[in-house]
C-alpha cells in the first residue's frame, strides 16, 4: 500500500465487483450525467474491456473508500476506463496527484500511450486531463434505432454468422483503428450475435445489457460506398427493437447513421491520448 496523504491506495484485488461497482456510483455522484452501475453489469462491461484489477487503483480515507481508477489493457496500451473522486474530496490537487501516479506506473509498465475518454462538456476534467499532457484525438457519438413500424422495409435479409469469424475479418482489416469499446476485441468476452447481410457487410450485438447494442459494423474495403452499411442499420433496427450504440462511435460516421434513420444521443465524448513512449502508433 502507498500513501497519497492523507490518503491509502490500494489495487482493485482487494475488492469484487459488487464492491468496486458501489464505489464507482458513489464516487460519481453529481457528475454531468447520472450514473449507476451494479456488480454483475460492472464485471460484464469492464472485463469486455479488458479489465486488469492489478493496476487498478482505489483511494480510501479510513477505511472508506473517496476515489478510484479502473484500469483496462491491450498489449502495451493502457487505458483509464473510470476516473472519480468523491463529491467532497475534489478541487483539493488529488486528481493531479492520482493521475500523475497513473501515469509513472504506467511508465514503470514499459506502456506506449495511455488512453480516455471524457464526456465533452466535462470541463473540469478536460482542464485537469489538457494540464497533464493529454491530446485530443476525435469527437464520439452515440446512437439509438427508431422503433420499427408497420411501413419498415427490411430490404437487406440479414443471416447468423460467427462472431469470431467477423472479429478475425476486422482484425485483419488495414485500416483498423477504432474507438476502444468498438474495437472487435472488445466484443470477445461479451455474448453476442453477430449478423451479416451478403457477403460483404456483417455486425456484431451485444446481448448482456439492458437493451441490445451494436458493438461492431464492419464492410469490406470493396464493398464500401455502396449502401451496404446502411442497410445493415435498418435491418438491425427491426431485428432488434431498441438497439443502441454506446457513445464511442467516431464523429466521422454519423451521416451514415443519420441516413439509416438512426437518432443522435445529445452527449458525446472526447477521445484523448497521452503517449508514453515511441512505439505507438
Known sequence: MTSISPLVCRDATHYDSHQLA?????????????????????????????????ESRIWSANN????????VRRGSRCRLAA???????????????????????????????LWLEVISNNVAGIALYDRMGFTRQDTL?????????????????????DPVSVIGSMIAA???ALPWMLDPLGTVALPAQAYRSGNDAYAI???????????????????????????LLQALAVL????????????????LF?????????????????TLSETEN
Open 174 to 176: 488495414p485500416d483498423n
Open 240 to 255: 432488434h427493437q431498441g438497439i443502441s450504440t454506446p457513445v464511442a462511435v467516431p464523429q466521422a460516421l454519423t451521416p
Open 205 to 231: 450485438v451485444a446481448t448482456a445489457f439492458t437493451k441490445p447494442q451494436l458493438r461492431a459494423l464492419y464492410v469490406t474495403p470493396a464493398a464500401r460506398r455502396q449502401g451496404h452499411a446502411r442497410q
Open 64 to 71: 472508506n473508500p473517496v476515489a478510484l481508477a479502473i484500469m
Open 22 to 54: 458501489a464505489i464507482l456510483t458513489e464516487c460519481f455522484t453529481d457528475y454531468v450525467i447520472p450514473f449507476t452501475l451494479d456488480g454483475p453489469t460492472f464485471a460484464t462491461r469492464f472485463n469486455a474491456e479488458g479489465l486488469s484489477l492489478t
Open 83 to 113: 476516473f472519480a473522486i468523491h463529491p467532497r474530496w475534489r478541487r483539493g490537487g488529488l486528481g493531479t496527484a492520482m493521475l500523475g501516479r497513473l501515469l509513472d506506473e504506467a511508465r514503470q509498465r514499459g506502456d506506449s500511450a
Open 258 to 274: 443519420l441516413q439509416a434513420g438512426w437518432e443522435q444521443h445529445p452527449i458525446t465524448q472526447l477521445t484523448l491520448c497521452h
Open 141 to 161: 457519438c452515440g446512437f439509438i434505432a427508431p422503433l420499427p413500424d408497420e411501413t419498415t422495409n427490411t430490404a437487406a435479409p440479414l443471416t447468423r454468422c
